[in-house]
């Protein structure tokens, strides 16, 4: 025989229908969102992953002052390695401003992944990174003038030793924008001329260490730097373990995984929790006909099976409709976020079941975990119980008395916000975790903007010249000056440290060096909490010589790490001659040295790189954010003030009964709900900002560089108003629900 019980399951959820869309969308919109994520990252990841292989990438790469000869080449690869040649030039384009990094096409390292057209056949044609091109609008076909030379684009490639631009390893972020790599053949490349050349070698180990970026790299990594330093004249060494180029993209998709699962995992925990609270609900409401079901041969379980059969059902009807949404629309969306920041290479859809298992069964296994929870200490109590609508487990208290000078609506609502402590507690959960979100996705726009002034604010000086051998100039703004790099001392995580060596009465730096006073840069103590009087323990970038300095002071710019010391300071710390320097800080442009005694020049571009790329790799990410936290804002407030509204049905029949208005109804309880969410929206302000300081500073000691937690006043103003105006809609909805409860209901479940 049937179960008759199973007749009133879709009853309930039409009867509920409210909530149970609320919920459906909610649930089907997360899993489609995350199970489209996990299958574009693992995707993804996995072609990265096997790139490595499949297109042969260096175990690292080395730049030499000059071309080494044959025999400097014989004499490095004693040491169990094979070198290669990966020579490249550096030239800027001429209709837009952009450098442009120019290789040959490699055949035995780091092999050129084609993306679509051809192959350079001739040595007017070239072939540009994917994401350059689709940043800067050129497409197969199209001509681009570099260095003043006009070339066809014949094809759209990634290498795969730059699945993030990094124009520099020490960079804080890659530039996809202004910086790009490019293919050449032979001769083409010989036309480029050698004014711009970087002698750059790659090199692969005989027998690989067994972990590619663990311990054994790098101590692999480092013998070979010390034996290498004594046969050639450095200029720069990346050993794949600590190359931003490849490593960067990998790292990142590995941690965004992390991150997605446990927030989805959050969000299950508080949804599961309202709807274990509506559940409740319902067993307050139907106490009676559960009473009278226990009293006539029902078993709890079968009680519990009942209750739970609505839920699950919702429940597994979004999670067919996410997962289908999820592996065909969203799928090919969060692929298209992280193609939007990497020179990846192609990659092919791989459907996994750990993905279904993490976005489905698991979820579904705690909503129904917790339900059962709640649902099997409700239905715990005595039939009798049930019957007397007595589910108190301890005796009732005392009603707290109130003034009788306050008002009588006042007194109402000051009522049924006691009643209610659970639910507005969970709503002030909810708020926080809603708001974090909110705050997330709204203060990123504002704080790169401020991250930008900043930076442009506090350059050091608007050119900095590098030069790669001594050369006097006359232009009146410049200055001499050393720059150096030093390396933090750590197993897990190093970042370099620039080394600025000033002259006497700069200009550029206002700072008493006497005394061969140390300052540090308010970046570098705001990331590593220094102060003055600390001692600070560097290591040479080529080397394992360690050097111990003192801080001395703090010298104001809060958007770059860094070292100041004196001139003659830094020569005598890095054992340079004393009338040594290794370039300009200027103004204005230097025109009276020639180019190729110019190593680099860093502008104001290189300095906004950083904010440029976060803002165009980013934005769309947010603006997830913003709108996943609305949601879960308009989620908790919604369902858990309809439970406020349903549990308090009877009373406000009564009011209607006794003639009380509509408006003095929602006075008393659509605006006791409002008061209290306004008052949780500004009372989580101060926790949120608390909380994103913690988590931003642990987040960004395993980032290379500093970005400031700066959140502005204006971003809590947005997101509170956010929340009030997410809230007004909540409120239309409940007076509806208020407006709807017959008068009928003073006459039903009288105790």
């Known amino acids: 025989m049937k179960n008759p019980l199973n007749k009133r399951i879709f009853r309930e959820i039409k009867a509920e229908a409210g909530k149970y869309i609320v919920i459906f969308l909610f649930m089907t919109a997360l899993i489609a969102i995350v199970s489209g994520f996990l299958i574009a990252d693992e995707s993804l990841k996995t072609a990265y992953d096997q790139s490595f292989e499949k297109y042969n990438i260096e175990d690292g790469n080395f730049e030499l002052a000059e071309k080494a000869d044959s025999n400097t080449i014989k004499n490095i690869e004693n040491e169990a390695v094979s070198i290669f040649e990966n020579f490249y030039v550096e030239e800027n384009t001429d209709d837009f401003d952009s450098t442009l990094r120019i290789f040959t096409d490699r055949k035995d390292v780091n092999k050129v992944c084609l993306l679509s057209g051809e192959m350079p056949e001739s040595e007017n044609e070239i072939v540009l990174d994917r994401l350059y091109a689709k940043n800067n609008d050129l497409a197969v076909g199209d001509s681009l003038n570099v260095a003043g030379k006009s070339l066809k684009i014949s094809g759209i490639v990634a290498l795969p030793d730059y699945s993030a631009l990094f124009q520099k390893n020490t960079d804080f972020m890659f530039d996809s924008i202004k910086f790009g790599v490019a293919v050449m053949t032979e001769k083409g490349f010989q036309t480029m001329g050698d004014k711009h050349i970087h002698y750059s070698y790659s090199w692969k180990y005989d027998t690989p260490p067994s972990d590619s970026n663990g311990k054994e790299a790098k101590d692999m990594a480092q013998d070979f730097m010390e034996s290498l330093s004594t046969k050639a004249i450095l200029t720069s060494f990346i050993p794949r373990c600590s190359s931003n180029a490849i490593n960067f993209a990998g790292d990142d998709m590995g941690g965004d995984r992390v991150m997605i699962l446990t927030m989805m995992y959050i969000l299950i925990v508080i949804i599961a929790f309202v709807f274990a609270i509506t559940t409740n609900n319902t067993i307050n409401r139907e106490s009676n006909v559960i009473g009278t079901l226990r009293a006539s041969g029902y078993a709890k379980s079968e009680l519990i099976r009942h209750y739970m059969a609505a839920p699950v059902i919702v429940l597994l009807i979004s999670a067919v409709v996410g997962n289908v949404l999820g592996y065909t629309l969203f799928k090919n969306i969060m692929a298209n976020q992280y193609l939007g920041s990497y020179s990846l290479v192609s990659y092919k859809t791989l459907w996994n079941a750990t993905a279904f298992i993490e976005t489905t069964i698991i979820p579904i296994a705690i909503m129904m975990l917790i339900n059962f929870v709640m649902l099997a200490r409700m239905l715990s109590l005595s039939p009798l119980k049930f019957i007397r609508r007595d589910l108190k487990r301890h005796q009732k208290k005392k009603a707290f008395k109130l003034n009788t000078k306050i008002g009588i609506m006042s007194r ?132 394992d010589k360690e050097y111990i300095l003192d801080v001395d002071g703090i010298y104001e710019n809060p958007t770059t ?78 369902l858990l003030a309809k439970i406020i509204i349903e549990k308090n049905s009877q009373s406000i029949s009564i009011a209607k009964i006794l003639g009380y208005e509509k408006r003095e109804i929602n006075r008393i309880y659509i605006h006791t709900t409002t008061i209290v969410t306004i008052i949780s929206l500004i009372a989580v302000l101060p926790i949120i900002h608390l909380l994103l300081n913690w988590v931003w500073h642990t987040m960004m000691a395993e980032y290379t560089g500093w970005i400031p937690c700066v959140v502005q006043i204006s971003t809590y103003c947005k997101v509170v108003v956010t929340g009030i105006i997410t809230y007004a809609v909540v409120a239309v909805l409940l007076m509806r629900q208020t407006n709807k409860i017959p008068l009928s209901d003073a006459l039903k479940n009288v105790e």
């Open 412 to 543: 109402f609502k000051l009522r049924v916000i006691f009643q209610n402590i659970p639910n507005y507690i969970t709503i002030f959960v909810g708020v926080l975790f809603a708001g974090f979100i909110l705050v997330f996705g709204t203060m990123f726009k504002p704080l790169l903007d401020y991250v930008e002034e900043e930076t442009i604010s506090n350059m050091i000086a608007s050119h900095q010249y590098i030069l790669k051998m001594p050369s006097e100039t006359e232009t009146a703004d410049a200055e001499k000056y050393c720059i150096g790099s030093l390396k933090t001392t750590g197993d897990d995580f190093t970042e370099n440290i620039s080394v600025y060596g000033i002259s006497d009465n700069s200009k550029y730096i206002n700072a008493d060096f006497s005394g061969e006073k140390v300052y540090i840069s308010s970046a570098y103590s705001d990331k590593y909490g220094l102060e003055n009087g600390d001692s600070i323990t560097l290591k040479e970038e080529f080397g």
């Open 561 to 638: 790490i860094a070292i100041f010391v004196d001139r003659e300071h830094f020569n005598k710390i890095f054992e340079k001659e004393s009338d040594y320097y290794s370039g300009y800080l200027s103004d204005k442009g230097i025109e009276d040295i020639d180019e190729s005694l110019i190593a680099s020049e860093i502008t104001r571009d290189d300095y906004t790189k950083s904010s440029r790329q976060l803002r165009q790799s980013m934005g769309s990410m947010m603006s997830i954010f913003w709108v996943l936290g609305m949601a879960v804002f308009m989620l908790v407030i919604y």
